[in-house]
RNA sequence: GCGACCGUAGCUCAAUUGGUUAGAGCGCCGGUUUGUGGUACCGGAGGUUGCGGGUUCGAGACCCGUCGGUCGCCCCA
């Protein structure tokens, strides 16, 4: 009779686990990420997956469906009310005020990391998923929203990825948005008897976010709309004009779109998504813009601020193929008595900065196969002779043409460790080839 | 929260469209052959067809329910 299996555990809806060309190329698209970060000065910083409730439900809207029915909300076991975090800026901004860190401004940083919203799961869309993040605290100058404009460019291009699009806007200050707002409320309530369900409800909360409308009876709507343009101050005319002639200077190609809106309610001025067409669905690859009143309303000094997120999921299935380093060397013991000294020179090599794989499974045949399947250029073929002496067989597997320059790295190695080695069993060494 | 489609070996898929003992490739294990040691062949293990009901002489195929997945709506990176 049959031992009863355990049911298979499946993973939590919307979470995934990533393993060969996926993990590679997350950590692809983090490894690029973090690079171009330096180049542009950014620091690293991290921020608890956790925070207390209230550092989203305030800063995101209440309104907003991240917070009225996405996040992942829960009480510790001392009653207080904790979450997952949704979104990368609340947790930096109260980061940023609970640790002083206006001591520190201007600030250049850059993290990434898990994300989690309660939502259907769908391409692109996942209950946990990750993005990469940059912010600028505590900058006034539209130099700042140029700077990670280039960012993200510049990203873009080195991961390859085609077909994506800046879209550029601003939503003004505080003056120009209230402005803005109730000309929409006033064009939109004239019109309610063919304004969608969910449009109407948005009209009370959220009105801006009308103009993200899909539903088709909307759009002509949505088209008729008033435009910022005809509401901004001079202030905040003069502001975007100074990013988009910064955006230009410095080489990154956008688009005027004047109603794109963004789903927070912290943001200001400058607002921006890099948008795809490859995606279905989900079509903003990094999205971000200026968020200047939030840390004020945190209870922090009154500091200036703007930044982006990027989806890695999203980056992953958009970037070329990731190149990975294949091994260069594998070691295959032809017996267990072998082992010993193969791990000996495995340990050598790799510690003097070469890859390589250490093959110890299944019979000899496979170990071959196995050494080859790594991508091994060489492999050393290690065992003794019946006269008490180690043989060593170099060989050449892949035709490469860095073939050379490896092996003699890897002759230089093994000389050097068998010269220092006290153990006289080890220094009677036969090379064999290559060829 | 709503909608559409889909669930068959570890993985990718078949099964003449309701008919007998559910097959193949890859992977895994073993063997034979091969030796510039990425060859070829042979064999083996592995499935309560997601789960539960129903229709039928007979269900992997049809119906209902349920769970899961995918894609879309909503929203968002």
Not at 8 to 25: H, I, S, T
Not at 274 to 303: K, N
Not at 319 to 328: D, N, Q, S, T
Request: hydrophobic share 40%; with cysteine; glycine share 10%.
């Amino acid at each position: 009779m049959k031992a009863q299996r355990a049911p298979k555990p499946a993973p939590v809806r919307g979470m995934q686990d990533f393993l060969g060309e996926q993990a590679e190329r997350f950590d692809h698209v983090v490894g690029r990420f973090r690079d171009v970060a330096r180049r542009f000065g950014f620091k690293p910083v991290m921020v608890p997956v956790v925070e207390a409730t209230s550092v989203f439900a305030r800063t995101l809207g209440e309104t907003t469906d991240v917070v009225s029915k996405e996040m992942y909300t829960f009480p510790d076991r001392g009653g207080d009310s904790l979450t997952l975090r949704p979104e990368f800026t609340a947790g930096i901004c109260r980061a940023y005020v609970s640790e002083g860190w206006q001591q520190f401004a201007p600030l250049k940083l850059v993290t990434h990391g898990p994300l989690f919203r309660y939502e259907r799961p769908q391409k692109g869309r996942y209950r946990q998923f990750h993005q990469i993040d940059a912010e600028v605290l505590g900058a006034a100058e539209p130099q700042a929203d140029v700077e990670l404009l280039a960012f993200a460019d510049l990203l873009l291009k080195e991961l390859g990825v085609a077909g994506v699009t800046l879209q550029l806007n601003t939503l003004g200050d505080a003056e120009t948005r209230e402005a803005w707002r109730a000309a929409l409320v006033a064009h939109f309530s004239a019109h309610r008897d063919v304004l969608s369900e969910e449009s109407l409800r948005r009209l009370e909360t959220n009105p801006l976010r009308i103009l993200d409308s899909k539903e088709p009876g909307d759009r002509a709507l949505v088209a008729d709309a008033p435009v910022i343009d005809a509401f901004l101050t001079a202030e905040a005319g003069a502001f975007f004009e100074a990013v988009q002639k910064g955006v230009q200077a410095s080489g990154v190609a956008f688009e005027r779109a004047p109603r794109l809106v963004r789903g927070f309610d912290y943001y200001r001025h400058t607002a921006f998504e890099f948008v795809s067409d490859a995606l279905g669905a989900q079509a903003t690859v990094i999205g971000g813009g200026r968020y200047d009143g939030l840390i004020e309303t945190m209870g922090g000094p009154h500091t200036p601020a703007v930044g982006w997120a990027g989806g890695i999921e999203r980056l992953m299935m958009l970037c070329g193929e990731p190149e990975v380093a294949p091994i260069e060397i594998a070691i295959v013991p032809l017996t267990v008595s072998d082992e010993g000294i193969a791990m000996e020179l495995a340990a050598l090599l790799r510690a003097d900065g070469l890859r390589v794989e250490l093959g110890f499974s299944g019979s000899e045949k496979k170990r071959f196969e196995k050494a080859k399947k790594a991508g091994a250029w060489r492999l050393l073929n290690v065992g003794n002779t019946g006269s008490g002496w180690t043989e060593l067989r170099l060989r050449n597997l892949v035709a490469n043409e860095d073939a050379e320059p490896v092996r003699a790295r890897i002759l230089r190695s093994i000389k050097r460790a068998f010269h220092h080695s006290d153990d006289p069993e080890t220094r009677m060494i036969k090379i064999f080839g290559p060829l």
